[in-house]
Every structure is written in structure tokens, then in C-alpha cells.
T-cell receptor, first 114, second 112 residues
Framework: NAGVTQTPKFQVLKTGQSMTLQCAQD?????MSWYRQDPGMGLRLIHY???????DQGEVPNGYNVSRSTTEDFPLRLLSAAPSQTSVYFC?????????????FGSGTRLTVV | AQSVAQPEDQVNVAEGNPLTVKCTYS??????LFWYVQYPNRGLQFLLK??????LVKGSYGFEAEFNKSQTSFHLKKPSALVSDSALYFC??????????FGTGTRLQVFP
């Protein structure tokens, strides 16, 4: 089925470890983004991209890197995990101009940093 | 600056009763407004949107939303709540850089 695929679904990291959260979409969406969801804080934008080779920072970019080498993929890298990065991470995508459904979201990655 | 507010952290309603989840917004220009629902351990799912036209917008699962320009509100409604409607609901507005700004979410609890 067409959509946004996130892997892994769950991950436990030790403080200081690095990892990459994967996000792929097959809808040819130009726009892709990463959010983190924390209780009482809604969704906060980490990084976003408006096309291959173009990325920009969102509201809470510190400690995260992204790249967009293809239209389909938008991985999120945690450079040195900290307990404050314990959260649920969502990838979302959309067309840039027409937004018939706003964003399409992946099912999330629940990350725990111990 | 553009923003969206959901003033209620939680809304409780009995099954069969009407429900309202509130949302107010602040944008420059004409608003593009959305409602999403999130079930446990799932991503957000699109419910409905307002871009232009009728102030009453109908969406998925029997939900509708009323756009009120004078009150800058976009409240989500359903005439008869179901226990299965219990979930987290997010309002969002498209800003002038074409990104969506999300509210903090309202947890809807429908009691049998």
C-alpha cells in the first residue's frame, strides 16, 4: 500500500549511542518532515525537506541530522543519544502545493534512551 | 505569527451524546485548516480539511467541523459519539511557508 514507512517501530539506545531512523514514501511527495511527539507538547518539527538535496531546520533540530539524497527517503540521525531524546518520532510527507490530505504520517518510532 | 490552540487537554462525553473538540487559529491571509486523529500507537490520520467554500465541512467517521471566520475557530463536532471515537485529536493550520502548525492535541474519552 502507498504511504509512509518508518523503521524501526521500537528502539532502546544507551546514552551516547548513535542511530538512524528510516523514513520512506512512495507517493512522489516533494515535502518530507520529522516530528517528535512528547506528552503535553503536541508535535514539534525537527527537520524538513522540500526536495532532494534540500533540508532545513525546524523548531527542535539540536542533536539530529538529516539528508535527502532521493525523493523517497528522508533518514533522521541521532548523533549522540541523550535521555531528553526519548520520544515518539513521526515522519510525514506531502505535495508542496496541493495538500488534499495535508500530511501523510508514518506509524512512528518509539525511542527510549537509557 | 501563525498559531493554533486547542484549549482543552481532555474532553469527556457519554456515548450517544454530541461532542465538540475546540480549535482556534491565528494566521495571516486565508486559513487552510485540518483535523487529524491519532489512535494509540499509530500515526496521525487525516479527518477533514477546510480550504474554502461551505463553513461546515464533513469528514471521515461521521465527523464534521465548523469554520467560523469571525471567531477564528474550527471546532470538530459529531452528533452522536461512539466509544471507538476515543483518541487524540489534533487541529492544524497551514502557515505562510506551506508547513502545517499543529495544536497540542485534545484527548477525547467517550464513556459507555
Amino acid at each position: 500500500n502507498a504511504g509512509v514507512t518508518q523503521t524501526p517501530k521500537f528502539q532502546v539506545l544507551k546514552t551516547g549511542q548513535s542511530m538512524t531512523l528510516q523514513c520512506a514514501q512512495d507517493m512522489n511527495h516533494e515535502y518530507m518532515s520529522w516530528y517528535r511527539q512528547d506528552p503535553g507538547m503536541g508535535l514539534r518539527l525537527i527537520h524538513y525537506s522540500v526536495g532532494a538535496g534540500i533540508t532545513d531546520q525546524g523548531e527542535v533540530p539540536n542533536g539530529y541530522n538529516v539528508s535527502r539524497s532521493t525523493t523517497e527517503d528522508f533518514p533522521l540521525r541521532l548523533l549522540s543519544a541523550a535521555p531528553s531524546q526519548t520520544s515518539v518520532y513521526f515522519c510525514a510527507s506531502s505535495y508542496l502545493v496541493e495538500m488534499p490530505y495535508g500530511y501523510t504520517f508514518g506509524s512512528g518510532t518509539r525511542l527510549t534512551v537509557v | 505569527a501563525q498559531s493554533v490552540a486547542q484549549p482543552e487537554d481532555q474532553v469527556n462525553v457519554a456515548e450517544g451524546n454530541p461532542l465538540t473538540v475546540k480549535c482556534t487559529y491565528s494566521v495571516s491571509g486565508n486559513p487552510y485548516l485540518f483535523w487529524y486523529v491519532q489512535y494509540p500507537n499509530r500515526g496521525l490520520q487525516f479527518l477533514l480539511k477546510y480550504i474554502t467554500g461551505d463553513n461546515l465541512v464533513k469528514g471521515s467517521y461521521g465527523f464534521e467541523a465548523e469554520f467560523n471566520k469571525s471567531q477564528t475557530s474550527f471546532h470538530l463536532k459529531k452528533p452522536s459519539a461512539l466509544v471507538s471515537d476515543s483518541a487524540l485529536y489534533f487541529c492544524a493550520v497551514r502557515d505562510d511557508t506551506d508547513k502545517l502548525i499543529f495544536g497540542t492535541g485534545t484527548r477525547l474519552q467517550v464513556f459507555p
